[in-house]
């Protein structure tokens, strides 16, 4: 019997739960152990490199990264503490030192929770089977005890270093002056793009930099469309060129064009795409499943190779690895750079499509750069509440499994296309719930699939709510 279950916390890609219901300090302590002895081996030698661990404004983030220091430091391991920090700003000292790191935040999640994002050496994933599954049954059952000396904590402000870095991997030269508005929704955007931007162009337009882990203007959960209402309506107000909008830990960031219209995650990703394959003809691009298919189609006539992988963070960097892809990008708003460790950063994003704009021909807008990439009209993410998600999964793949010019697979969940659309419908990870994402050729069609599999989702919820009654 475990000493403590961690269960409700330790989820597919990272740890997250409320505290102190959920976990607390000592928690935190017993993870801070684990981690170490599961990254005792990624330096070379094996001698045990240091671990960087970084945090988010949220009021218990200081206790618990205090802790899970404290805890790598009673395994013999040291720790660099780098403070507040955006969750890419670790991925950078993991890359830059070769060591493991952890950043603690809760990402979009209310104020109640917090978390841990975990990485190894070289800002590699941690995941259920790249080592998150060892730190949890280390962290339950408890470690031997160690007798060796204890490892030392020290602090290093990286802001400065971190944000040179950024500017050395987007090319902004002439970029023409942009105004432009960032909502950081109290969270870690407004300690880092002050720092990141100076002296570039720009005149920045801050909403709601002051840091505060209560969020008191919106949740810091850009992908809802009601939290970039105040971003839109500043962008209309000081009639900017561009809004930004990062989530609470500053590694996903979302856009506004001038006239205060949400552009889509799979716009930003081929825009992005296209600037990567200008440098590097032929190169390959990974995108999610969901990502809209005028992705592929756009590296494919550019002359790129077009990979597609499963949703997640630690699927996408695992195959970059692998194909060696310059770029990496997914409907969530996260995008991955080779010359960033393969890592995701909303700063880095967020830099590309400024000087993609700043370097577009003065008067073009930011609407009319994107419009070559948002060629299918798309629902957006719908969350459905199943009694048994199979059941639902079967159902679909029966209606659409018979259809004249139609392909299934079931790489993520059930993706079915079509030759005027597509949809995919995959499980979440935590909750009963099936996440749904049509795309189609023009808006009508869309809806009218969205309703179309909505409604087969929602009578096999009927159906298997009666034969659990019955």
Not at 195 to 223: K, S, Y
Not at 425 to 452: G, H, I, K
């Amino acid at each position: 019997m475990p000493a403590r279950d961690l269960s409700a916390i330790v989820k597919a890609y990272d740890i997250r739960g409320l505290v102190p219901q959920q976990w607390d300090a000592s928690a935190a302590h017993d993870l801070g152990a684990a981690f170490a002895e599961v990254t005792a081996q990624d330096a070379p030698g094996g001698v045990g490199s240091p671990v960087v661990i970084g945090r988010d404004m949220r009021e218990t983030s200081p206790e618990l990264s205090a802790a899970f220091a404290a805890g790598i430091a009673s395994r013999g391991r040291d720790v660099v503490d780098i403070g507040l920090a955006c969750t890419d700003a670790v991925y950078y000292a993991s890359g830059t030192w070769s060591c493991p790191g952890a950043m603690f935040t809760a990402s979009h999640n209310p104020a109640g929770y917090n978390g841990i994002k975990l990485c190894r050496a070289g800002a590699k994933p941690v995941g259920q089977d790249t080592g998150l599954a060892d730190v949890r049954r280390y962290a339950e059952a408890g470690l031997t005890p160690y007798t060796g000396p204890v490892g030392t904590i020290e602090t290093r402000d990286i802001l400065v270093d971190y944000s040179a870095h950024l500017r050395t991997l987007v090319d902004l030269t002439g970029a023409r002056p942009l105004r432009v508005v960032v909502d950081a929704g109290n969270g870690m955007g407004g300690y880092v793009v002050p720092t990141v931007f100076a002296g570039l162009p720009f005149a920045i337009v801050p909403l709601f930099f002051e840091l505060d882990g209560t969020f008191p203007n919106h949740e810091p959960n850009p992908i809802d469309p009601k939290n970039l209402r105040d971003l839109s309506e500043a962008v209309i107000a000081h009639g900017a060129d561009i809004g930004l909008a990062f989530d609470g830990d500053a590694d996903r960031c979302f856009f506004v064009d001038e006239t205060g219209t949400a552009v889509t995650p799979s716009a930003i990703v081929g825009l992005i795409a296209d600037r990567e394959l200008t440098r590097e003809p032929g190169a390959t691009i990974v995108y999610n499943l969901i990502t809209s298919r005028a992705v592929p189609e756009l590296v494919g006539a550019r002359g790129g190779r077009a990979v597609r992988t499963r949703v997640g963070h630690s699927f996408i960097k695992v195959v970059m690895a692998e194909t060696g892809a310059i770029f990496g990008g997914e409907h969530s708003g996260h995008y991955y750079f080779r010359e960033f460790w393969n890592a995701d950063s909303g700063m880095l994003a967020a830099l590309h499509v400024l000087a993609a704009l700043s370097g577009a021909p003065a008067g073009s807008t930011l609407s009319e750069l994107v419009r070559a990439y948002e060629r299918y009209p798309s629902s957006g993410e719908i969350n459905t509440v199943v009694a048994d998600v199979g059941h639902a999964l079967d159902a679909l793949r029966k209606v659409w499994a018979d259809r004249d010019d139609t392909v299934l697979d079931d790489l993520d969940g059930l993706t079915v296309d079509l030759p005027d659309g597509r949809f995919n419908v995959r499980p979440s990870n935590t909750e009963p719930l099936l996440r749904l994402n049509v795309e189609a050729t023009d808006a009508a069609r869309m809806a009218e699939l969205r309703d179309e599999v909505l409604a087969v989702i929602t009578l096999s919820g009927s159906e298997s709510r009666l034969a659990e009654e019955s």
